[in-house]
């Protein structure tokens, strides 16, 4: 089993690899994004508390997500492996979520960051909401979901190098090319 962290800044192409990688490997797909995405669109409780975190772009609190987290893991799963994407987010995520995994006699295979420097980053997303309509991908909120990444997610890739998981790759550029590098790293492990 390949359980796969695809990790990068919002607006960084972990959904378009993910999709990419879920056909070549048979993987299962965890955005927290979309799970939170359909809970807030259908007006459940966990989706309006979601939301106000959300609209601010900040970061849901880790024991909401652990707890989605894990039952979609286990909705999913027997599988060939799942890929998480939007997750962990923070340090005592990735810790909790090598305890949930372990507690199911897996572990996170490899860590794939993909890097693209800010100022893509923010005309992706722009554009991303002039085609999608979703709320969050507008300048300001941009801006501060960037914020937040950098202060408080970006430290996981050294996290997950002390593990020996994390795998760098150039998020920019050629789809295919990015996920030609993505494959090796998986092939790899």
């Known amino acids: 089993m390949k359980n796969i962290v695809i990790f990068g ?4 192409g972990k959904g378009t690899q993910s999709d990419l990688l879920v056909k070549k490997y048979g993987l299962r797909h ?15 409780q966990l989706g309006q508390t979601a939301k106000a975190y959300i609209d601010k772009g900040q970061l849901i609190p880790d024991a909401l997500m652990i707890d989605i987290l894990a039952a979609t893991y286990d909705a999913l799963c027997p599988c060939e492996g799942v890929i998480f994407d939007g997750f962990p987010r923070t340090i005592p995520q ?21 890097q693209v420097p800010d100022d893509m980053l923010i005309t992706r997303l722009v ?8 709320a969050d991908d507008n300048e300001e909120t941009i801006k501060a979901r960037l914020q937040v990444y950098h202060n408080q997610t970006s430290p996981l890739a050294q996290w997950y ?8 790759v150039k998020g920019y550029g050629d789809i295919a090319d990015i996920n030609a ?9």
């Open 9 to 12: 800044a919002p607006g960084s």
């Open 30 to 44: 965890i955005s927290t994004g979309d799970v939170l995405r359909a809970e807030i669109k259908n007006g459940t």
């Open 94 to 114: 990735a810790e909790a979520l090598k305890q949930m995994l372990a507690e199911r006699g897996t572990e996170v295979s490899v860590m794939l960051e993909l």
């Open 127 to 134: 554009e991303r909401g002039k085609v999608s309509g979703r």
């Open 161 to 168: 190098e002390q593990e020996g998981k994390r795998v760098a």
């Open 181 to 189: 590098e993505l494959c090796k790293a998986i092939d790899n492990v």
